[in-house]
């Protein structure tokens, strides 16, 4: 990382291009803590304020890459650049080892769900640790390559599909985008990239 991050980045055709990122700025909403940002939410939506939107307020994305403004008819949303530095230095991945433990490795063995995917790459419910490690690794990675696609935006939030790569399989695995950089894993597995 050096000094240019802040302002070039190579896209995924490996053409040169200026990483300027954005915060989503709805007004009122604050991006923490959690339950006070919810309850602005609600109380928001009572005078008509889009959930969609206030759910993005906070959310850091790479000006190139990001939802529309404004959304929809009304929109107060505006954006604010931020310095990759920032963003890189606040952005972080979760992802609950339940995603694993209780839903990839869940299920028998023969079963028909998307742990079949798992099992055949030589993965059971004992490596759900390293998963969940890795997934967060990746994920992050990518989010600040602006490596993301924009999937289901509403009143929960931005859906993020992130190319995830596992013994050279590579798929998508769906993410929740949450202020200030955080994303959230919610699927692990969101289909193949062919
Ligand atoms: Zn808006």
């Known amino acids: 990382m050096s000094i240019f991050d802040d302002f070039i ?3 995924e055709n490996e053409n040169l291009s200026y990483n ?3 915060e989503w700025d709805h007004f009122l909403i604050p991006n923490k803590p959690e339950w006070y940002r919810e309850i602005l939410r ?5 005078f008509a304020h889009c959930m969609s939107c206030s759910a993005l307020d906070g959310c850091y994305l790479l000006d190139t890459n990001r939802p529309k403004q404004p959304l929809h ?3 107060d949303c505006r954006k604010k650049d931020i310095s990759f530095s920032k963003v890189e230095n ?3 991945a979760e992802c609950d080892i339940a995603k694993f433990t209780e839903y990839v490795f869940k299920n028998v063995r023969d079963s028909k769900g998307k742990n079949k995917i798992f099992y055949d790459l030589g993965y059971s419910v004992k490596d759900s640790e390293y998963l969940k490690k890795e997934y967060c690794r990746q994920a992050l990675k ?3 390559l602006g490596n993301y696609k924009l999937k289901n935006l ?3 939030g931005q859906r993020l599909a ?3 790569d596992l013994k050279g399989k590579k798929f998508y695995s769906g993410w929740m985008l949450c202020p200030e950089g955080k994303i959230r894993n919610i699927t692990p597995f969101g289909g193949w990239i062919k």
């Open 20 to 22: 300027r990122w954005i």
């Open 90 to 92: 606040k952005s972080y």
């Open 42 to 46: 609600n109380l928001m939506a009572i």
């Open 154 to 156: 509403d009143r929960r």
């Open 9 to 11: 980045r190579f896209d």
């Open 73 to 75: 008819e009304h929109c």
């Open 142 to 144: 990518q989010y600040l």
């Open 162 to 164: 992130i190319p995830t």
